[in-house]
């Protein structure tokens, strides 16, 4: 044999195993992670009382976006601008209501960003990935990296028009590239507070279970629209949008 026939075999021993290692990791994981959502299924699926009057799985703020029901295609809805963000039109008072109920506590907010579309987040998705392997990384490792910081176009709730990144103004001077720890403003925690007599929720919660509820981790910038009556549900049983959907659904709504 050549040298260069032994290397050629020696690589494909190597991906060989790489192959088989992946797809041995893989199982793996689809295993854990089927496992965990059983459990996660277990604790969320306890049984919702006193469910608000005609509130179903399939109303239109409720629908769920989330890396485990992506949206295949654009939503098609009436837009609005609201304070520099588009947002669904249905929701374009509420904000400013939310805005106003602040300003009214001594709070002035901004308003970072509402509706983007699937074909924005893959040019976002694109751009980060491109800049990981102008990094030095292959392309599978700029992929991972990528997806660990951007949510893959079509996963992102923002693309419903009914989430919007909102931030107290000091808050945000402070964090301009919106960080958890915003929470330590009053502002912020006025938004978290009485969002839901907005119709609002804290969509990204920090509890370790909801975490695993909604898979993304704890944002206390990202509030998504509910309506009043689902937020004061959702706030009262301390409930994610997928907990309370899953609750609605199994009640047969
Ligand atoms: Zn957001």
């Known amino acids: 044999m050549t040298k260069k026939k032994v290397l050629v075999g020696l690589l494909v021993l190597v991906v060989l195993t790489a192959v088989g290692l992946g797809a041995f990791n893989f199982s793996n994981q689809g295993h854990k992670s089927s496992q965990q959502n059983s459990s996660s299924q277990k604790s969320s699926e306890q049984k919702l009382t006193n469910l608000p009057k005609g509130a179903k799985s399939t109303d239109w703020d409720l629908v769920l976006v989330n890396k485990w029901h992506p949206l295949s295609s654009e939503m098609n ?15 374009k008072q509420a904000v400013l209501d939310f805005q106003n109920g602040a300003r009214a506590a001594g709070y002035q907010t901004n308003l970072i960003s509402g509706y983007r579309s699937i074909q924005y987040q893959k040019e976002v998705f694109a751009n980060v990935k491109k800049n990981n392997i102008a990094e030095g990384m292959s392309d599978e490792e700029a992929e991972k ?5 951007v949510q893959s176009p079509g996963s992102s709730e923002h693309h419903t028009g009914l989430a919007i990144d909102i931030a107290g103004s000091d808050a945000f001077e402070k964090y301009p590239n919106l960080e958890a720890n915003m929470d330590q403003f009053a502002s912020q925690k006025w938004l978290i507070d009485h969002a839901a007599d907005y119709g609002f929720v804290l969509r990204y919660p920090k509890e370790k279970s909801q975490i695993k509820q909604t898979g993304i981790d704890y944002e206390s910038w990202h509030f998504r629209y509910v309506g009043v009556k689902n937020a004061k549900y959702m706030k009262a049983h301390n409930l994610t949008l997928e907990a309370y959907v899953k609750g609605l659904q199994a009640a047969g709504r």
């Not at 809805?77 to 929701?91: L, W």
């Not at 990296?145 to 910081?149: D, E, F, G, N, R």
């Open 77 to 91: 809805f009436d837009k609005a601008t609201v304070s520099g963000a588009t947002v669904d039109a249905r929701i």
């Open 145 to 149: 990296a990528t997806a660990a910081v």
